[in-house]
Every structure is written in structure tokens, then in C-alpha cells.
């Protein structure tokens, strides 16, 4: 049935992940698009690219309705799902839900996060009273994802990565160990803590030191990261992201702050230990101090970040993962039910 599914992925490519998804989903043998309305920084894996005007207004509104029209009724034959990635639609909701179920069309909404943490039920009420799928990336947004009647139930499909693109690169520390730490934001990375804490080692003698990675180029952060010996992540959220899911894919342990309840479903699901070593403001000290007394772990923990990533974040698993949500949610027997009636 893989060979059979056509599907659409739009009109957002976050952080590379619907990217990932799609490419994944055509070497599992379907015919899989990515369509954009704009290029979005670092990322320029879209199959259709609409060149849409960015910003709001009624100008942009006006230049702009006309081409994601026109895009839409050119896929509508074209493919049988419809994914949206971050709760946004090809044309207004209204129109497009409707029309796609009405021509048996399957709606999946994808989200990635912010989306949907802790927003109102209202929100997102009538997109998910016409989705037939709903796709979250992780079991630790659960609890804090809104749900109403006569929505789907949420599926976990974790984000993906391409790691043909990524070669691992083990640490080896000698004499010191080079941590890097790479905020987008300071303030939710908890850059100050990790400062406060390499500070706190330096002056008990610990041969560490800190590359803090800040408005570089994409290209060139990368080959800062594959000289870690440790990466730190972040220690507020709870849990982990791409740029967790990029250091073990370059095999390096990474520190990141977790929810016990999110680890214990995930690994249950998934069938694997998070390798992951868990740590907030409160105990990284304590956790560099053990590293930096058993450095020989550092490699363990750095394969076994490889490990992981291929099992649970390759785009491979991760496009497996949503063939299985297209069936338990009906969306290959629907097609199955048209092919055969066409016969």
C-alpha cells in the first residue's frame, strides 16, 4: 500500500522536519511532496516553493490568496493526504478541510510544539473536528495539548533527521573537555546557569572550557559542535529538541533537562533507553563533576546517542511511524476502498 500513497506535506518546513519526513517516506516507497510557502533560513528542501510575500496585512493577503488557490486545486488530484505542518492550511480552514473531506481527501495536522502547548481548546477546535489525524512530537506535550470531543486522539511520531548528512564524530578527550553550548535564547536555554556552572569547575581545577556558540552560521556552528567532547542543551523545558537530536546524531552526549513521566512513555513506546543525561540549574555542577571524573563515559554515552538517533529519530523510523498512524487512523483502507471501486 506504501507504493500507493500520495502525500502533500505543507506549507511549513519546521526546523527540517516535515523535510525529513517526506524524504523518508519515499524511500518506504510512497510518492511524497513538499510544498512551501517560502523558504524558510538554513532550509531549502521543498519539492514547491510558492515565493509567497511575507508579513500580514491586506496587500500581501491579496497578492498572495491567489497563489495558494491556485496551488490547492493543482495537488487536490494530485494526492490522497494532506498533511499540515504546524496547524497552517493551503487556503482558509473552511474552505480546505471541507473540500478535502468531501473528495475523501485524508487531513492530517501535524504539530510541532509551540503550536499547541497549553493553547485553548477553541484554537484549534475546528480544524481537529475535520482532521482525521492528529501528530504530536513527543509523549512529553501530552499533557499540556488541548483536547475536545470529537477529536482525533494524538499520535507521537518523533522528529527526523536525514542522518545521512550527519556522520558521527566520538569524543575523545585528552587533557580537557570541550563543552559546547549553542542558545537560540538564553534566557529558555539556561545560559547563565551553564556559565554559573563551568565558572564554579574551572576554579576547582576541572580541565574543561566552554565554547558558547552564538549568531553563527549555520555551516560553521556544525563544525564547532563535531569538536565537542559534551554538549548542554537546555535545562528549563523538560525536554529535548533538534539541536539535542543534531548532537547525537555527531554521537556526542548531550545535557538536557527531562521529564521522568515523557522518558518513562517514551522509552515504553519505542522500546529503548534515552541516552540522554538529565540535569537542571540545580544539579549541573554535580552532573559535570561526574563526567569530569569518568571522561572515559563520554564516548559510551556519545555512541550510544548514535545508537539512539538511528532507532527512534532517522528519517526512515520516524516515516515508518506515520505509515502506521496513515493505517490506524483509516487513511490506507479509505484509498484501498477507492482503488478497488474504480476497478
Known amino acids: 500500500m506504501a507504493d500507493l500513497l500520495r502525500i502533500l506535506h505543507a506549507p511549513l518546513n519546521i526546523a527540517g522536519g516535515p523535510e525529513a519526513l517526506s524524504a523518508g517516506l519515499n524511500e518506504l516507497g510512497c510518492q511524497s511532496r513538499l510544498l512551501v510557502f517560502t523558504r524558510q533560513p538554513f532550509r531549502d528542501g521543498s519539492d514547491i516553493n510558492l515565493n509567497l510575500r511575507q508579513g500580514g496585512g491586506p496587500i500581501n493577503l491579496a497578492l498572495n490568496l491567489p497563489k495558494q488557490t491556485y496551488a490547492f486545486t493543482r495537488t487536490l488530484p494530485s494526492y490522497d493526504i494532506f498533511q499540515f505542518h504546524f496547524g497552517v492550511t493551503l487556503v482558509p480552514k473552511r474552505i480546505n478541510l471541507l473540500l478535502l473531506g468531501r473528495l475523501g481527501k485524508g487531513r492530517v495536522f501535524h504539530f510541532w510544539g509551540s503550536d499547541l502547548r497549553d ?10 473536528r475535520h482532521a482525521d489525524a492528529a501528530v504530536v512530537g513527543s509523549y512529553a ?18 522528529p527526523g533527521i536525514n542522518l545521512t548528512t550527519w556522520q558521527p564524530s566520538y569524543p575523545s578527550p585528552e587533557k580537557t573537555i570541550r563543552i559546547v553550548h549553542a542558545p537560540s535564547r538564553r534566557r529558555s536555554k539556561g545560559t547563565e546557569a551553564v556559565l554559573a556552572a563551568v565558572a564554579t569547575l574551572k576554579a ?16 560553521l556552528a556544525r563544525l564547532r559542535y563535531a569538536a565537542a567532547d559534551l554538549v548542554i542543551d537546555q535545562l528549563n523545558v523538560g525536554w529535548y529538541g533538534l539541536f539535542s537530536i543534531e548532537s547525537m546524531a555527531l554521537g556526542k552526549p548531550c545535557i538536557v533537562r527531562l521529564n521522568a513521566e515523557a522518558v518513562a512513555a517514551t522509552e515504553a513506546a519505542f522500546g529503548t533507553k534515552i541516552p540522554l543525561i538529565n540535569a537542571d540549574q540545580d544539579t549541573l555542577v554535580e552532573v559535570l563533576r561526574g563526567l569530569v571524573r569518568e571522561p572515559a563515559r563520554l564516548s559510551e554515552l556519545g555512541r550510544a546517542s548514535r545508537t539512539y538517533v538511528e532507532a527512534v529519530h532517522s528519517h526512515a523510523a520516524v516515516a515508518q511511524r506515520m505509515l502506521d498512524v496513515y493505517r490506524r487512523r483509516g487513511l490506507t483502507e479509505r484509498l484501498e476502498q477507492q482503488a478497488s471501486s474504480t476497478r
Do not use: F, Q
Open 141 to 158: 506535550i501530552l499533557p499540556r495539548a488541548p483536547r475536545s470531543a470529537g477529536w482525533p486522539e494524538y499520535d507521537v511520531v518523533p
Open 119 to 128: 493553547a485553548p481548546a477553541a484554537k484549534w477546535d475546528y480544524a481537529l
Open 204 to 219: 576547582e581545577g576541572a580541565p574543561i572550557e566552554l565554547d558558547l556558540v552564538e549568531n553563527t552560521p549555520n555551516e
